[in-house]
């Protein structure tokens, strides 16, 4: 079992910067593959971050590249999400997610732990 916190969200401006935080409980959190999505009002949850189990490998939402960074910190059971170059279409509800994978993956159902969200506001 893995629970995952967020935390970091907030009311920015346009071209600022953010940084989100989700934390993990349990012992097994190194072998987890770990992952950003987010959800804009009336929109589908979408891909942002993937990173594996040992951030050798990180991939990323194709409205994201170049401008998100995601990193892991094992030894204290954290995932950072550092944004960029923020923009408006930005605006989501940003959710952590743990996979029991060894592999990068970008699609929901093969996340079995979620966090609660953290809001991500934008203005322009």
């Known amino acids: 079992q893995v629970q995952l916190v967020e935390s970091g969200g907030g009311l920015v401006q346009a071209g600022d910067s953010l940084r989100l935080s989700c934390t993990a409980s349990g012992r097994t959190f190194t072998t987890y593959t770990m992952a950003w999505f987010r959800q804009a009002p009336g929109k589908e949850r979408e891909f942002v971050a993937v990173?594996?189990?040992?951030?050798?490998?990180?991939s990323y939402g194709d409205s994201v590249k170049g401008r998100f960074t995601i990193v892991r910190d094992n030894s204290a059971n954290r995932v950072l999400l550092q944004m960029n170059s923020l923009k408006p279409e930005d605006t989501a509800v940003y959710y952590c997610?743990?996979?029991?994978?060894?592999?990068?993956?970008?699609?929901?159902?093969?996340?079995?732990?979620w966090g609660q969200g953290t809001q991500v506001t934008v203005s322009s």
């Open positions: 997610a743990a996979a029991a994978l060894r592999v990068p993956a970008s699609a929901e159902f093969q996340y079995a732990y």
């Open positions: 990173i594996t189990w040992n951030g050798g490998r990180t």
